[in-house]
């Protein structure tokens, strides 16, 4: 599990953070999230301001602006994949794999205004979002998938790669528009297609009740998950 997830920071060199400099980066980061989601040409002065660190402290954490932007990104997707686990340990495993979809759909919708810092800084760092985001999405998809096949509530054989295909239409749809309705249309009929075929719903005969009693072709508005 990575040390982030377990609450513990490291520095550059790969040292852990004093509790001070973890609470001093963490907050960083939060309100870097916020101001860079509202403006993708935040000052950097700002954040700095607006989190309550001087410059100092600032530049040794994120010495530029592209340095920033990507941590951000890591942050959050971590952030988003860790849900998964959590999902998964008070839902069924398939009402947990299709909450975190929409958890996801939310997220690409809600931070659509880091799209231009992001874009910019991947590509001066040579790197790519998809990669940025690769290893914690994966690992998730992966917990999820795992999960429900063991419960017989999807189709046995599906990858990771597989699923990030099938919901690849979400990064399609226009931030700015009615994008819930349309989002959990897609998500649906993503959901209906990896239960085609499941082991349980064979069990349990056409148009069955899912394992946590609910209609497996109804799900509630895409964000909106029941805790």
Do not use: C
């Not at 060199?13 to 040409?41: F, M, S, Y």
């Not at 690769?134 to 599906?158: D, F, Y």
């Not at 749809?173 to 075929?197: E, F, K, N």
């Amino acid at each position: 599990m990575p040390d982030e997830v377990r609450g513990e920071m490291r520095d550059g060199q790969g040292a852990p953070l004093r509790p001070d400099a973890q609470r001093n980066r963490e907050r960083i980061l939060e309100v870097a999230l916020t101001e860079l989601t509202r403006a993708a040409d935040a000052p950097l002065s700002t954040i700095a301001k607006k989190a309550g660190v001087g410059q100092g402290t600032f530049y040794r954490n994120f010495p530029n602006r592209e340095a920033l932007v990507l941590e951000v990104y890591r942050f959050e997707m971590q952030q988003v994949a860790d849900t998964a686990a959590q999902l998964l340990g008070t839902r069924a495993p398939d009402r947990a794999l299709r909450e975190w979809m929409d958890r996801l759909a939310q997220y690409a919708m809600a931070k659509a205004g880091l799209a231009d810092a992001l874009r910019k800084s991947t590509r001066n760092s040579g790197g790519s979002l998809a990669e940025l985001g690769h290893g914690p999405v994966t690992r998730a998809v992966t917990l999820l998938l795992t999960a429900n096949e063991q419960a017989g509530t999807i189709r046995p054989g599906m990858t990771p790669d597989d699923f990030v295909l099938a919901i690849a239409g979400l990064w399609q749809i226009d931030p700015h528009s009615d994008w819930q309705p349309r989002a959990t249309r897609l998500l649906d009929l993503v959901m209906d297609g990896l239960r085609a075929g499941a082991p349980g719903a064979e069990a349990s005969g056409a148009g069955g009740l899912a394992t946590d009693g609910t209609d497996p072709g109804v799900s509630g508005p895409v964000g909106r998950g029941t805790g």
